[in-house]
């Protein structure tokens, strides 16, 4: 970036001035009276003031003075007569002066006829400093009028200097807060200051570590160079060749003193950051003393470059907390995102391989943080050493790592021996399972925002699917799948919380000697725009978005709805059963308020139970037991559903608060007269019995199904040959009938 037009304007305000014109006090005389002049310079003769001879100058007219001022701004006092060529020339042409901007000099009028310009009206309506008759005007009184005059002039010019110096200062900081990074920075600092002190754009700008050791010149490396120095950009300060000759007492004259130092052939300064850095600078050149007011400046100005470095620190610490792993001191999801938006446009393709460390939260829980970190870091190593041709790495997320490199660099045969490495953490040697996924992105169209989503989308896929070599590779259809879901889900979560759409449907469940209907299972249906989702579908989204307790919520209300329509007609009402998720037995305050919702829904024992799969129960088997045992102590009826397919039931099926249990339909298929005394349904059947449990078998759909039932003694059955899931409208109509219409058959 180019210096300051103006950055020129000071050079003498930073150096002491030399013998010229503007050592001698310059007045003008405007009188078109040339005695006048005369009779002033004769006041005048030998007279010094502040220290400075005096040069009259004349002119005799208005307009000689104009011309005269313009082509010698440096005259300090105009002594004008009122009345030349016209009665108010001398104040037109203070008027003239001023409106052209002269407001350094001084203008001090002088009238031989007072009544054509009266005192009052001229000092209020003219910007003037003085107005005297020239009667009055003794050689005392001129004297003394001159030297206040003076010394106003002195005092404003070096106001006005230093307004100047500041402005200039202002605008060379604001160029340095405007670049972006260390090199910029250091050679904006360094084409201001030669601006400044008039000096060739020739010199270094120098940074430290602190924990180096600021004050070690062995340390400092140079950010920038000017001039003879711009080929030491890079380089060791102490390697350079101007080292010894004068860099080394420069540095040491900047760091005693602390402040910058005026030197025989330059300037020198050295600045502490908070932010962990030491800078040096040297501007070389050969000039002048500083003025008083330069070196004040000066030192401003070294203050800003002081702040623009602080400054800089503070921004590039904030990249490394937006950029980095706070954890881990690794590149993090956003860097990610930055390297992406580099490669952009770009030909070719660049292979994405994602890492989800599977077991990263377990060694988290069971040896603390700080182990988790290392073993994140070892398999970091891991990857670098067997993948070398990464070229980049990053924390993506908690359990996850993410590479980029060239698909012939990454072969999936060398990504593949990632998949269980063993790595040394504090001392054991720990395998590290990974779910190893690989995105092959084409350089020309890549999207940072579309390829983190594409990252997310083959994490959350990787664990269902993956190719013989073990790898996932990324398919588009996952993804589509994955927006299916979401899909499904923001309507799932509309419908339930409109209530629309999910609709309970009843199955009936049948005493299998009469066909008698003796109970019913609430199965839940939802129909999204006209099309029915599958509950295969739907159900475990709900569970795995925490939905599932709205919809156990919305299924008991509407139970209670038909209980209440069927007891305001005086009809009676069968116990209905509902099912339970896991999800929601895992809860700490769930049964509190599962039981609430029967309160206040007014569902009693004798119209609801409740169910509950068998490989729910196992999965976290102290919890749920003691939670179904609450629900037991409130007087319903539990069944454990699917029973058989789970495992480690048997041994636990006496310590269950459970009344009922349900064949599971893979064991009832299968069933004949024949065969039905040898399978699972006959040892079920007889274990309900021995702990005087009531069974049914569900997902009976032929009379032989039925007929193998009856002969083992199952009172119960529910399936498709009595009656599908019906609403509630066609279920009441069932309901009504009182039975099944079907030959029951003869009980053996």
């Not at 006090?25 to 030998?46: M, S, Y």
């Not at 039932?709 to 040959?721: E, M, P, S, Y």
Request: hydrophobic share 45%; aromatic share 6%; proline share 5%.
């Amino acid at each position: 970036m180019p210096s300051d037009p103006n950055s020129g304007m000071l050079k003498d305000l930073f150096h002491t001035p030399v013998p010229q014109r503007t050592d001698v006090w310059h007045i003008l005389i405007v009188d078109d009276e040339p005695e006048v002049f005369e009779a002033t310079r004769f006041a005048l003769k030998g007279v010094r003031i502040l220290d400075r001879p005096i040069t009259l100058h004349q002119a005799e007219s208005a307009t000689a003075a104009e011309e005269f001022l313009t082509n010698h701004p440096d005259t300090a006092v105009a002594l004008i007569d009122v009345v030349m060529e016209t009665n108010d020339a001398g104040l037109r042409l203070v008027s003239n002066l001023r409106k052209q901007g002269q407001r350094d000099l001084r203008l001090i009028l002088r009238t031989g006829q007072p009544g054509y310009a009266p005192e009052l009206t001229v000092i209020s309506d003219y910007e003037i400093n003085d107005y005297m008759c020239k009667d009055d005007l003794t050689r005392t009184r001129l004297i003394s009028l001159l030297t206040t005059a003076l010394r106003d002039y002195t005092q404003i010019r070096q106001l006005n200097e230093y307004r100047k110096g500041l402005e200039l200062v202002i605008n060379s900081t604001q160029d340095l807060l405007n670049r972006k990074g260390l090199n910029a920075l250091a050679e904006g600092i360094l084409t201001q200051l030669a601006a400044l002190l008039d000096l060739p754009a020739q010199g270094i700008v120098c940074a430290a570590s602190m924990t180096a050791g600021a004050k070690d010149q062995s340390s400092f490396v140079v950010l920038s160079g000017l001039g003879a120095y711009a080929k030491d950009t890079g380089r060791p300060l102490v390697m350079l060749d101007q080292f010894e000759e004068r860099l080394a007492s420069a540095f040491t004259t900047a760091r005693e003193l602390g402040e910058p130092v005026p030197l025989e052939d330059g300037l020198a300064a050295v600045f502490d950051n908070p932010g962990g850095r030491a800078y040096f600078v040297f501007v070389e050149g050969r000039g002048k003393t500083p003025s008083p007011m330069g070196t004040h400046l000066l030192r401003l100005f070294t203050a800003n470059i002081a702040l623009c470095f602080e400054n800089l620190d503070m921004v590039d610490q904030l990249n490394d907390l937006a950029f980095t792993d706070s954890s881990l001191q690794i590149p993090n999801r956003n860097a990610l995102a930055r390297r992406v938006d580099q490669m952009t446009g770009s030909e070719g393709l660049t292979r994405l391989v994602i890492f989800s460390l599977d077991t990263v939260m377990d060694i988290t829980s069971v040896f603390g943080t700080k182990t988790a970190i290392f073993a994140f870091l070892a398999y970091r190593d891991a990857v670098l050493e067997r993948l070398p041709e990464v070229t980049f790495i990053c924390r993506f997320s908690d359990r996850t790592l993410l590479a980029l490199g060239d698909p012939v660099d990454l072969p999936a045969e060398a990504i593949s021996d990632l998949r269980m490495p063993s790595v040394p953490v504090e001392g054991m040697s720990i395998i590290l399972p990974a779910t190893i996924s690989i995105l092959d992105l084409d350089l020309g169209s890549l999207d940072a925002e579309e390829v983190i989503r594409n990252i997310i989308t083959a994490d959350l896929a990787a664990p269902e699917r993956h190719d013989p070599d073990g790898l996932h590779r990324f398919d588009p259809a996952a993804k589509a799948a994955l927006e299916k879901r979401l899909h499904l889900l923001f309507a799932l979560r509309d419908a339930l919380e409109e209530e629309k759409g999910i609709e309970a449907h009843f199955q009936a469940k049948v005493e299998m000697t009469t066909g008698r209907i003796v109970g019913a299972e609430a199965l839940c249906r939802w129909t999204l725009d006209g099309t029915p989702i599958s509950p295969g579908t739907f159900i475990p989204l709900a569970e795995t978005s925490g939905l599932s307790r709205p919809l156990t919520q919305v299924i008991l209300r509407q139970v209670a709805t038909f209980a209440r329509s069927r007891r305001d007609k005086g009809l009676p009402f069968l116990r209905v059963a509902i099912n339970l998720s896991l999800v929601d037995l895992g809860s700490r305050d769930f049964i509190d308020q599962l039981l609430r919702w029967t309160q206040d829904l007014r569902l009693s024992p004798d119209t609801l139970s409740f169910e509950v799969t068998e490989s729910e129960i196992m999965r976290h088997p102290d919890q749920t037991l003691a939670d179904l045992a609450r629900i037991r102590a409130a007087g319903f009826r539990l069944a454990i559903d699917d029973f058989g397919t789970g495992h480690s039931s048997l041994s636990r099926i006496d310590r269950m608060p459970i009344t009922t249990v349900k064949i599971d339909r893979a064991f009832v298929t299968p069933l004949t007269v024949d065969n039905c005394h040898g399978g699972i349904a006959a040892v079920t059947m007889a274990m309900a019995r021995n702990l005087d449990l009531s069974v049914v078998a569900e997902g009976v759909e032929t009379l032989a199904q039925h007929e193998a039932l009856l002969a083992l003694g199952c009172d119960v059955g529910q399936g498709f040959l009595y009656a599908r899931p019906l609403n509630q409208v066609d279920f009441e109509t069932l309901l009504d009938r009182g039975s099944i219409l079907f030959p029951p058959p003869t009980p053996p």
